[in-house]
């Protein structure tokens, strides 16, 4: 049986990041994901698809992307049923994703605050006893 999904979309709110009584973080979104054809109103209808993500890819996911992000996920479709305060059975259907992708480059303000952080950081350098500048930007990071 094959149970495979990928969806590109944009985060309809932050991440909410929350940990499991044994510690294991869950992530739990909303992607908006546009439909590829348009309604007869000339429209793009939009799903909104509720999906989880697990362990150390849910903490990056929070640090990384916000509210807006355009993201790909791949994943699986996962369904479960609870009962809610009325006695009611409630079906939910979600996406576990197994992994992300930031499908955007940084926003312009976190770009500045970056090169604002590595210049503070050759300043740094600089107050050494008998240091230099150093001029260090991010290409020349081996990660």
């Known amino acids: 049986m094959i149970n495979s999904v990928a969806l590109n979309g944009r985060l309809t709110r ?9 510690g294991i973080a869950v992530g ?9 054809f348009k309604s007869k109103s000339g429209n793009r209808e939009t799903d909104f698809i509720s999906c989880q993500i697990w362990r150390k ?3 990056n996911l929070a640090n990384y992307a916000h509210k807006g992000s ?3 996920i791949e994943g699986r479709i996962q369904t479960r049923t609870y009962d809610n ?9 979600e996406v ?3 992994n992300f992708s930031l499908l955007e480059p940084k926003p312009a303000q976190q770009a500045d605050n970056a090169v604002a952080s590595n210049n503070q950081g ?8 008998g240091g230099k500048p150093i ?7 081996p990660f």
Do not use: M
């Open 57 to 59: 890819s849910a903490e």
């Open 85 to 93: 305060k009325q006695g009611q059975k409630i079906y939910v259907t």
């Open 135 to 141: 001029d260090v930007n991010d290409d020349d990071l």
């Open 70 to 72: 355009l993201i790909g």
């Open 14 to 22: 932050d991440v909410d990041l929350r940990y499991t009584t044994s």
């Open 28 to 36: 739990q979104f909303t992607l908006a994901v546009d439909r590829r």
């Open 122 to 129: 050759a300043q740094s350098a600089t107050n050494q006893p």
């Open 96 to 98: 576990i994703a197994d």
